[in-house]
């Protein structure tokens, strides 16, 4: 039997779960990565898909919308939930990794896997043939520019931003408590700030020096990676309820709820690192030790990583692509990941995961997968096909989904029990697919 073969540009989340899904459906698959011999600013090893900012996946419940996206990933047999899963740290009701781990392995199994070829190899030209172009927010500017030059396409940048990670035995644990919120367990490390502690952080947070960035617009950066002094901007109390909100989190110290608490998440599995959770920033790394060190318990603090900000680069996909993330004008042509307009990581790979599946079913003689708006996965396709004047990057929610039908003479349900309902109706639709 003829074994057809395909490209995939990147060798990222969306890069690895294309070139996996192909390879699984028997199709050769050559991946390229310019990862070690070229670095974009934001990477630091030369594993596969490296994970740039958070650790966290995020919610594994069936009542949020990203976890239902990871559980119509589990039902196609996700590689990179499955690694996920393989290398998880604690994290209350989220699926969090440790990224090193993580990383290693993706990289193993797809080294290892009989179809893939991984070449690493910057492409700086988008090849002919059937190809999945999955090079990410981060696309070099060369590929950017190839990209550029296709018919019909625009080009949106945003910026992102990573948090910094602190390693936990420089932390003061006398003042700080172990808890999830609403007493989900006690994954988590918190920081708990008074009023006066609280303002006194503001005030240097709003005066402390930021890192000049190329083209910056604080317009442009993408509200879930806002930085915390770009918050704080916004108000005073703007942090208070957003990362910091103490809602759910008594100090067993004091028996109160605190004015404000910094969160800090496990970041590898020997815990001995932690991330400060939504507090990306592109404050001077000087500033950041001065800054952060206000907040009792990291007054010492020791930084693996300080706080970084870069720019992503984002298709104007509607009108560009089609609910599969193939080119409406080039057929056998995709694009994965981020850079399409899904925005996190499990939406970058399940793009990624309907791209491979659809060009692997059309190299083997197939329609492409439809997956209706019913799915998150559906949903998602949908929203980065649908033309929209201000379109820009989002995150899987279920207002992308397609609602529950009416019941008349039903009592509403709460949303919850709605949200449960909703993805009960899509991993059942799932399950009768020969994908």
Not at 103 to 129: W, Y
Request: charged residues 20%.
């Amino acid at each position: 039997m003829n074994n057809p073969g395909a490209v995939v540009v990147g060798a990222g989340l969306a890069g690895c779960e294309a070139a996996w899904q192909m390879a699984e459906r028997g199709v050769s698959v050559t991946l390229y990565e310019m990862k070690p011999s070229r670095m974009s600013p934001a990477h630091h090893t030369d594993q596969l898909a490296e994970l740039v900012c958070s650790n966290s996946f995020r919610s594994d419940r069936l009542s949020n919308a990203v976890g239902l996206l990871k559980a119509e990933m589990r039902v196609l047999h996700s590689l990179i939930i499955d690694c996920a899963e393989q290398t998880a740290v604690p994290a209350g009701g989220a699926l969090a990794v440790d990224r090193s781990r993580f990383s290693e392995l993706v990289t193993q199994r797809i080294r290892e896997h009989p179809l893939i070829a991984l070449k690493e190899k910057e492409v700086a030209e988008i090849p002919d043939g059937p190809v999945v172009i999955a090079t990410g927010p981060l696309t070099s500017d060369k590929m950017a520019e190839a990209i550029s030059r296709l018919p019909g396409l625009s080009t949106l940048n945003f910026y992102d931003a990573a948090a910094p990670i602190v390693y936990k035995d420089s932390l003061d644990m006398s003042v700080i408590y172990r808890q999830s919120r609403y007493e989900r367990g006690n994954d988590y490390l918190n920081c708990p700030i008074t009023e006066s502690e609280y303002n006194c952080f503001i005030d240097a947070l709003l005066s402390a020096e930021t890192a000049e960035i190329h083209g910056f617009e604080e317009k442009k950066v993408f509200e879930g990676c806002m930085p915390i002094e770009s918050m704080a901007r916004r108000g005073r109390m703007v942090p208070a309820f957003g990362p910091m909100k103490p809602i759910g989190l008594r100090d067993p110290h004091t028996g109160k709820m605190p004015f404000a608490v910094l969160q800090l998440r496990q970041d590898n599995a020997d815990d001995t690192m932690y991330n400060l959770v939504g507090f990306q920033t592109r404050l001077k790394f000087p500033e950041q030790k001065r800054v952060f060190g206000l907040i009792p318990g990291l007054k010492n603090a020791e930084y693996a990583r300080y706080g970084v900000m870069h720019r992503n680069t984002f298709l104007n996909s509607p009108g560009f692509l089609n609910e599969h993330y193939e080119m409406i004008h080039r057929p056998l042509c995709y694009f994965a990941g981020q850079m399409t307009g899904v925005e996190g990581y499990v939406e970058s790979a399940g793009s990624g995961m309907v791209a491979g599946i659809s060009l692997a079913r059309q190299l083997l003689g197939k329609n492409p997968v439809s997956l209706p708006s019913l799915t998150a996965l559906g949903a998602m396709g949908k929203y980065i096909s649908t033309p929209n004047a201000r379109f820009q990057p989002m995150n899987c929610a279920f207002g992308l989904i397609d609602p529950l039908p009416p019941e008349p003479g039903k009592k509403k349900m709460d949303k919850q029990a709605r949200y449960e309902k909703i993805s009960a109706r899509s991993l059942a639709y799932l399950k009768t697919l020969d994908l």
